[in-house]
C-alpha cells in the first residue's frame, strides 16, 4: 500500500529536516500497490524531493509552509500509469546532486521525473511510470 507508505515517510522526513510543525503537508493519495522493487526507489525519490522543499523552498527556518503530494494510479492499455507530484520547491534547484540521484531512480522504475512552474506556487516535480 503505496499511500501508507508514502504518508508515513513524508511525515518522517519533514521531522528528519527540522522543518518544525509549521510545514503542513497536504495528501491526496490514491490506493496503489506496487511490489518491493518499485516502492524501494519511489521512497527514496519522494524523500529527496521533500528535503529540496524544505532546504528550497520553505527552508527550515520557515515558521509555516504547504508542501502537496498526490499520487494517482490510472489504468491504460499497456497497465498502469502511476504519476507522484510534489508541490512548492524552487526550481533552481534542479542541479542539485540529490535531484540528480532522484532521476537516476526514476530510471530504475523506467519513469521519468520532471520539475516545471506550479500555477498557484512553487515548483511542481512529477514522477511518471508504469506498474
Partial sequence: AIADFIHDLAEDTIHAAGAGAGIALEYDLQPVQLPHDKAVP??????????????????TDAKTGVIHISLTNISNADGATVTLD????????????????????ATQLSGELSLSNAAERGTIARLRFQT
Fill in 42 to 59: 519511489l521512497g527514496l525519490i519522494v524523500s529527496e524531493l521533500l528535503m529540496n522543499a524544505v532546504e528550497h523552498s520553505v527552508g
Fill in 86 to 105: 510534489v508541490q512548492d520547491f524552487e526550481i533552481e534547484a534542479t542541479k542539485s546532486l540529490g535531484l540528480n540521484i532522484a532521476r537516476q531512480f
